[in-house]
């Protein structure tokens, strides 16, 4: 039974159009995240969410949206896509807010390998 | 703000060999820190992580870092690699103040050789 799951695993689409990655957990956590996995596999966070309230807002285009309807989802919306968007998009959920707290773990989910042409 | 650095992109080595993957970091402020592995078309999941009291850490999978404060370093270890070990190795470290944030390394490649 996957905790993190993710879909589409593979995305590929125009320049120009509007796509969601969708993601769900089933740990009961209270904090969900999206990072994004460049070319040269850095990771880096765009967004984090506690409780359905957003916590992190990295320096991401306003093209780039998270809603969470509930503790258990946070979704990606990506409007007017661009070549640039192409990576590897991970959600990622934990049971705190801190990674300080012992039982304090990020799971991550398999990712979308979003590929625009 | 914190950073982290590895060193190595790549690290090739024989099976049953010992490998260490370095990780380096900077901060301000005492920091958390944490060893994940990514195997291929998975995400990324944790190997050990350090956040206070001893300094040697153990992780699951049979690796171990020792976290350096003099050094800022973290470096992973295992004394005998296996096949299944090959993967990408992320170091990534968090804040006690900004804690609910990871910011990761680019990445060490491990490729074991048979």
């Known amino acids: 039974d996957t905790a993190v799951s993710q879909t589409p695993k593979y995305l590929v689409t125009q320049m120009g159009n509007d796509k969601s990655i969708k993601c769900e957990q089933n740990l009961g956590h209270d904090t969900m995240y999206w990072y994004k996995q460049d070319s040269k596999k850095f990771l880096k966070i765009m967004f984090s969410?506690?409780?359905?309230?957003?916590?992190i807002n990295e320096t991401v285009p306003n093209r780039f949206s998270p809603k969470s309807p509930d503790k258990a989802h946070l979704n990606l919306h990506i409007n007017s896509l661009e070549l640039g968007d192409s990576a590897v998009y991970f959600c990622a959920s934990s049971s705190h807010q801190s990674f300080g707290t012992e039982n304090t773990e990020a799971f991550f989910g398999q990712g979308t390998r979003l590929t625009v042409v | 703000a914190q950073s982290v650095t590895q060193l190595d992109s790549q690290v090739p080595v024989f099976e049953e060999a010992p490998v260490e993957l370095r990780c380096n970091y900077s901060?301000?402020?005492?920091?958390?820190l944490f060893w994940y592995v990514q195997y291929p078309n998975q995400g990324l999941q944790l190997l050990l992580k350090?956040?206070?009291?001893?300094?040697l850490v153990k992780g699951i999978n049979g690796f171990e870092a020792e976290f350096n404060k003099s050094q800022t370093s973290f470096h992973l270890r295992k004394p005998s690699v296996h096949i299944s070990d090959t993967a990408e190795y992320f170091c990534?470290?968090?804040?006690?103040?900004?804690?609910?944030?990871?910011?990761f390394g680019t990445g060490t490649r491990l490729t074991v050789i048979p």
């Open positions: 990534a470290v968090s804040d006690p103040f900004g804690a609910n944030n990871l910011f």
């Open positions: 350090y956040l206070s009291g001893s300094t």
């Open positions: 901060s301000s402020v005492s920091v958390y």
């Open positions: 969410y506690n409780n359905k309230e957003l916590i």
